[in-house]
């Protein structure tokens, strides 16, 4: 089943036409409304003429993070305010978030992208889907219900939390497909048996999309067979669009990229060259037909391959493998990006702690946890309890309010964060399914 | 003012016995121990010799250490005598951020306070009561 057969299993030298149409629009587009991209494409010595096949895509300069962040707040949008409809953005410290706009437009792909990968997990217009990503500035909750009435199910907006409601609803509505993150979706599982349920045989779930975060192959199987579904993985970020960007079809083998809306390359990440199909490195995602917010060559820092061969499910669109890893030191905790340097930032703006810090992720109940090691200045008043814990407690409340994300902040014995002499060992990731 | 040494000890099994062991290897001799304990972790208050001393053999062991100054009151070992002490203070509007008391020999208990406010000690003194001087309680340094 498809959503849109004539896109999805278009032949490949037509869908290689399509892109080079589309990426020569875009580099007009993106040369001649985004003055950012005027100066980069001069610099680089390269004009929007110069596009005349698809492998020229190599000419164009990358667009990296900061440079969006840069761009704080709208400088990167091609539009006027007029035709902007929605706001999305990721975690960032204050005034430093990456802001993405979508015009009616941008949002009604968005809803095509992720509403064919609905169908690839059996979704139909009578399926009832639901959403229990985070709904707000973070594009998993609004993504998924906008792929969910794109294609005409029943969406129901849970949002992330209230486990037991959640339950309850996949049990009394029948709900066909979860769509949330990997940790979510096996918490859930977990408190569902805890609660006496069988969801296999009481849940009638035929599959779940799961994204925003690293999920291994063992988690998959375990949630597979604890909520008796089908997990279908699914990619996306929010500077390139939001989850939708590319997905696993019933195969399990990859995902597939939605190439009529994106171009995906991967590169060395040293050296930026292309490196052969097959051959692991970094993603490098163009947006195609976004109005508002289109990126060229935009460096996501997430290691994956192109599966070369085609895949069985008669989809022409190439497949990316399973993320596993990052080039850069980002984490991703419950779905949310979080850099050390934001960690770090909040922790510099406190005079009654040293700069020697420690993050430590572990899984709890299946959700990531993070706790925050931090010993006080040798001349803090620590002989009073009551100042240790409003120290923590307003450690602990800056962080959440720049990170979007809670953290246990434990104040420790100068000794036990080692020291190094060179680089210090400043993250400790021991969850469930991380190699690091 | 009684120096009493402050040791931050995380809870974590074995730690005070570390803190312990630093004190020892430095050859200095305990009077008192006070543990006030966190989920997380205790401050150890201490009465012991040298407590400058202590405290850099702590620094050195990689413990977050420090001096805090308390007062020491001697009352007779009586029914009734910590609370007239405490509702002196209260008259007196003086806080009390934490305390602790022992039973010393000889019919007297000592009473250890650490309070926030000025001149309190002439202030018992005034009221006659009687402050423990330092070398009572331990070998100065």
Known sequence: MYYQPEVETMPTQRLQALQLERLQELANYVYTHIPFYKHSFDAAGVTPADITALADITKLPFTHKQDMREAYPFKMFAVSQDEVVRIHASSGTTGRAVVVGYTKQDLENWGDCFGRFLVAAGATKSSIVQVSYGYGLFTGGLGAHQGGEALGCTVIPMSSGNTRRQIQFLNDFGTDILCCTPSYALHIAEVAIEDGYDPPSQFNLCAALLGAEPCSEGMRREIEEKLGVKVHDIYGLSEVMGPGVACECAQQQGLHVNEDHFIVEIIDPNTGEPVADGEWGEAVFTTLTKQCSPLIRYRTHDITRILPLMCDCGRTFRRIDRITGRTDDMLIIRGVNVFPSQI???????????????????????????????????????????????????????????LQVAVDVKIVEPKTIERSEGKARRIIDEREGRQS | MISQLTVFIENKKGHLA?????????????????????????????FCDRPNFATQALRDAGFRAKITPVLAVRIPDHKGCLADLLEFLDSEDVNIEYGYCYSANNGYAIDVLKVSGDEVEERLTLAGYQLVAPNEIYELD
């Open chain 1, 344 to 402: 770090e930032e909040v922790i510099t703006g406190f005079a009654e702690i040293t700069a020697q810090y420690q993050i430590v992720l572990t899984t709890a109940n299946h959700l990531d946890r993070i706790e925050l090691r931090v010993e006080t200045v040798a001349d803090f008043p620590f002989d009073e309890i009551r100042a240790l814990e409003s120290l923590r407690r307003a450690i602990a409340g800056e962080l959440r309010s720049s």
């Open chain 2, 18 to 46: 570390n803190a312990c062991r630093a004190i020892a290897n430095a050859g200095i001799n305990m009077h008192a121990l006070f543990l006030a304990d966190t989920a997380d972790f205790g401050i150890a208050r201490i």
